[in-house]
């Protein structure tokens, strides 16, 4: 029932979460790539930039890939709690304890988070050309069509493309945050905070993985 709980949570927040912040999603990749594509379009202020996307896209460029984005997050935060229980109480019991450590904690959370990159990474892959804009990758606008044009043309291997940066950062990523979440909560912060101040500090630490990423793919 609890694992039902978070699954549901996860999934509405997850929806919510980056439908809110789909342009800024999707302004991120765009400027983590042009330096691959050469152009330089996105140079500008955060602003600027948008304004430029909004102008020659509509309002539906703002959130172009954000679908795929939601498709890809859903597994990703519906598996997330009910894998770190798993790894936790294979360690309890393989330890013989009833409290876990820092340490046992973290590597729960990496067992999630590699377990999560495994699965979810070809949608990662997808939804980050499709992100991209006609300057960069032309005929990305089908999410369908440009899967299939991607199997043809480049082959099921080419979903992967850029994993091992992913490979060494997200696990990581997910590590920290749960980790880190526990502790907090069970050191009498609020579950709020707990999860705010672990996200923020297990991106700040692996954020360089996630600029990777993009410009390998």
């Not at 999603?25 to 140079?43: A, F, G, P, V, W």
């Not at 498709?71 to 009833?98: C, E, H, Q």
């Not at 990159?117 to 997808?126: A, D, E, L, Q, V």
Request: with cysteine; hydrophobic share 40%.
């Amino acid at each position: 029932m609890e694992n039902l709980i978070y699954i549901n949570s996860s999934i509405i927040s997850a929806i919510f979460c980056k439908t809110s912040i789909a342009p800024f999603e999707r302004l991120k990749i765009l400027k983590q790539s042009q330096m691959q594509y050469n152009i330089k379009t996105y140079d500008k202020s955060i602003f600027d930039s948008l304004s430029y996307i909004y102008k020659n896209e509509g309002l539906r460029g703002l959130y172009k890939g954000n679908l795929i984005n939601i498709m890809r997050v859903l597994p990703t935060y519906a598996i997330k709690f009910p894998l770190n229980d798993v790894g936790k109480k294979i360690l309890l019991k393989k330890n013989n304890k009833s409290v876990l450590s820092f340490n046992e904690k973290l590597q729960a959370g990496l067992f999630t988070g590699l377990t999560q990159i495994i699965i979810t990474y070809p949608i990662n892959f997808i939804r980050t050309r499709i992100s991209l804009d006609n300057k960069m990758i032309s005929n990305n606008n089908n999410l369908i069509k440009y899967t299939n044009y991607v199997f043809k043309n480049e082959g099921i291997r080419s979903f992967y493309k850029g994993f091992t940066p992913s490979l060494l950062s997200y696990p990581i990523y997910v590590g920290l945050q749960m980790s880190l979440f526990s502790e907090l909560y069970e050191n009498n912060f609020n579950m709020f905070l707990s999860g705010s101040l672990a996200g923020l500090l297990a991106q700040t630490i692996t954020y360089p993985g996630d600029t990777i990423t993009p410009t390998d793919i």
